[in-house]
Each structure stands twice: as structure tokens, then as C-alpha cells.
């Protein structure tokens, strides 16, 4: 199993651009369909986006959609979220996760309390947007 650590959150005005980073040890990485969620404060944690195991097919939720896109490198074992656009209300914490055999569409309808069947999950990383 994959371990998962975000980086690239950080404060940012609304309007302006962040990039996560998600790095996965090991070398099974390809073989997992990844998706970034996030949770704002007092809310349920919501789909953010996915991408297939070969990074040729991606899934957005409404909110994000025209101003968020998700890729991946497998030769670095990484997953990326590229987030243009940002508004006050993109405020959250930002979380990796993968698994090994659910798809990326599969992963947009998991939804609380169901997101424990996720198997790897990353421990996070702030996104504050001011306005």
C-alpha cells in the first residue's frame, strides 16, 4: 500500500492560483485511480476531483469545474491539483486519495459517511483563500 503526502497549500487571495502536490511511495502507484476531496470547517468532507490509473480520464465536482484540473505523473508518483480562480469559499483542508480497485468515476460517488472505504488517504494540506 501507498503512503500519501500533500504539499502546496498555503494562503492565496481570491483570484490568484495554487498547486498541490501529492507524493505516494512505493511502486504500485500506477495501479491506483487517485482523487483530491476536501473539507472546509463545520462542513462534510466533498469530492473535489479524480483521475484513472492511466491519468486519461478526469472528474470534477460542479463547484470546482472550468477552474480546477487534476493530473498525474507516474514516473514521479505524483498526482497534481491545479487550482486557478480560487475563491474565499475553496477554503479547506485539501486531501489525497487513492485506491486500488475502485475507479475514478467510482470514486465521485462516494460520499459521507461512506469515504472510510477509501483505502489510502493523505494526512492534508491547508487552502486558505482570502477575499
Known amino acids: 500500500q501507498v503512503e500519501l503526502v500533500e504539499s502546496g497549500g498555503g494562503l492565496v487571495q481570491a483570484g490568484g492560483s495554487l498547486r498541490l502536490s501529492c507524493a505516494a511511495s512505493g511502486r504500485t502507484f500506477r495501479n491506483y485511480a487517485m482523487g483530491w476531496f476536501r473539507q472546509a470547517p463545520g462542513k462534510e468532507r466533498e469530492f473535489v476531483a479524480t483521475?484513472?490509473?492511466?491519468?486519461?480520464?478526469?472528474y470534477y465536482g460542479d463547484s470546482v469545474k472550468g477552474r480546477f484540473t487534476i493530473s498525474r505523473d507516474n514516473a514521479k508518483n505524483t498526482v497534481y491539483l491545479q487550482m486557478n480562480s480560487l475563491k474565499p469559499e475553496d477554503t479547506a483542508t485539501y486531501y489525497c486519495?487513492?485506491?486500488?480497485?475502485?475507479?475514478?468515476?467510482?470514486?465521485?460517488?462516494?460520499?459521507?459517511?461512506?469515504?472510510?472505504?477509501?483505502?489510502?488517504w493523505g494526512k492534508g494540506t491547508l487552502v486558505t483563500v482570502s477575499s
Open positions: 483521475i484513472s490509473r492511466s491519468g486519461d480520464a478526469t
Open positions: 486519495a487513492g485506491d486500488l480497485t475502485k475507479t475514478a468515476a467510482g470514486l465521485t460517488r462516494i460520499a459521507q459517511p461512506m469515504f472510510y472505504t477509501i483505502s489510502t
